[in-house]
């Protein structure tokens, strides 16, 4: 066993550090692959395929992912506003209506 860990231990230090997605959501489906559930692409750490981005095939082979569709740029127009209220927690509420003579003060 010494001479095992010896091994694994020299073969760690002589590994190149893994490659690392872009993103998040990455789990590890196997020693050298991590997957995105939500859109099925597995990413290479480890191995010939190392920092590539791959689809799983018909045939259950890996294959290289496609490019992302090209972005494009569009005009866009936009108006925002915001108010905000202030009243101080001393001051009585306001009456509603002609209720002005059944006002209850917190």
């Not at 490659?19 to 597995?42: F, K, M």
């Not at 791959?54 to 569009?74: K, Q, Y």
């Not at 915001?82 to 009585?92: D, E, G, N």
């Amino acid at each position: 066993p010494a001479l095992t860990n010896a091994h694994a231990l020299a073969a760690m230090a002589s590994h190149e550090k893994d490659a690392v997605p872009i993103g998040e959501g990455w789990t590890r489906h196997n020693a050298e692959l991590l997957v995105h559930p939500p859109s099925q692409v597995y990413f290479a750490q480890r191995g010939d395929q190392r920092g590539k981005y791959l689809i799983l095939t018909d045939t259950g082979s890996f294959t290289v992912c496609p490019a992302p569709h090209v972005g494009s740029e569009h005009r866009v127009h936009m108006r925002a506003a915001a108010s905000s209220v202030l009243r101080s927690s001393l001051a009585a509420p306001a009456p509603i209506g002609s209720d002005a003579s059944r006002v209850v003060e917190t």
